[in-house]
């Protein structure tokens, strides 16, 4: 089961590796929906998050513009990317694929034992592989960022789709419970269509949203949307404005509280 998470790691690593392999100077430096962060600079960040697992020192560098940096994680994320401004993209490039590849024979090498030590991760503590499941998801995450700068749509299908997908599903009864807060007895339905699909349905009782087992057929209110708004708005790359002008979330039902929700749907702050 381990090594069947490497197998995702390795996946979006190698999905990344053949997207930005032929990029020009003006896509690297092409800004993202990450606020500073132009794209050569989301391979910068991945690059410094694999060398603090690999047990690099952090450069001695202070980043000339922390106008966007919120906190501690984001502070010492900056200094690894602003250090790699100095570089081509195309260097940039090729440390990635020499820290990943160094990476990947350290997971290669790892036994259920290691697997099962507890380690720290963005969420508190755990068994290391889920900090694997985070560093998937936010390889996936910083992927798709670079993507859509590009107009450059895909993997949004297959395995790391689906583990990501899963990911974002997984932190929606703490959007509608513990952001939103509805009164008991409210039920919402996201619907994610695409390649992938899904049904997230959640009823409000106790002051909390538990999943359901079954959507029931007029909730109170029913989310649709694909899998590409679905993360965009759950990792605060998108507004509930941008994404309830242009269409890319329908609402049925009580549309203020869909609003609201929409609205919350960012997970990651």
Known sequence: ???????LMESVWQSIAAL???FTPEQWATPTECPGWAVQDQISHLVGSECRLLGRPAPEHEPSDTSNVRNEVGQSNEVLVDYRRQFSGAEVLAEFNEITSERLAVLRAMTEEDFA???PNPLGRGPYTDLLAVRIYDAWVHEQDIRRALGIPG????PVAQHAYGRTAMAMPFVVGRKVKPDDGTTVVFE???????TIALNMDGGRAHRMETAPDSPTVRLTMGLEPFNALGTGRWTAERALSDGSVAIDGERALGERIVGEMNFMI
Do not use: F, K, R, Y
């Not at 089961?1 to 490497?6: A, D, G, K, L």
């Not at 993997?155 to 297959?158: A, E, M, R, T, V």
């Not at 994610?192 to 899904?198: A, E, K, S, V």
């Open 1 to 7: 089961m381990s090594q069947q998470m490497v197998d």
């Open 20 to 22: 930005c392999a032929d």
């Open 117 to 119: 030590v507890e380690t």
């Open 155 to 158: 993997h949004l299908s297959g």
């Open 192 to 198: 994610i269509t695409g390649d992938l699909g899904g």
